[in-house]
């Protein structure tokens, strides 16, 4: 059965970095176009776009322009893993942070929580 383990988030102050990781296991993820969504509080989980995605093969990451220039997906196909790098963090980017396959179809982990305040 997959699983997916996110890891890395905290409570930050604006413009501080984070890397958040996701660990997977019962399935590789290469092959894959992987993803990270977040549930900011009181709002559905963003699911049709998500923050940040790459590409399996080629390594293309797109991000939305909300986080467009501060994030940074990268993945490490031999640890199963894949990370986001997030720098010039903001208060609008507190949320519970989840990673998934693009097509959403592996079980939902239990994401990890980021907090910006100041």
Request: glycine letters at 10%; proline letters at 5%; hydrophobic letters at 30%.
């Amino acid at each position: 059965q997959v699983q997916l383990v996110e890891s890395g988030g905290g409570l930050v102050q604006p413009g501080d970095s984070l890397r958040l990781s996701c660990a997977a296991s019962g399935s590789n993820l290469d092959g894959y176009a992987i993803a990270w969504f977040r549930q900011a509080p009181g709002k559905e989980r963003e699911e049709r776009e998500g923050v940040a995605c790459m590409t399996p093969f080629d390594g293309r990451a797109q991000y939305p322009d909300s986080v467009k220039g501060r994030f940074i997906i990268s993945r490490d196909n031999a640890k199963n893993t894949v990370y986001l790098q997030m720098n010039s963090l903001k208060p609008e980017d507190t949320a519970v942070y989840y990673c998934n396959r693009r097509d959403l179809t592996y079980p939902w982990g239990q994401g990890t929580q980021v907090t910006v305040s100041s």
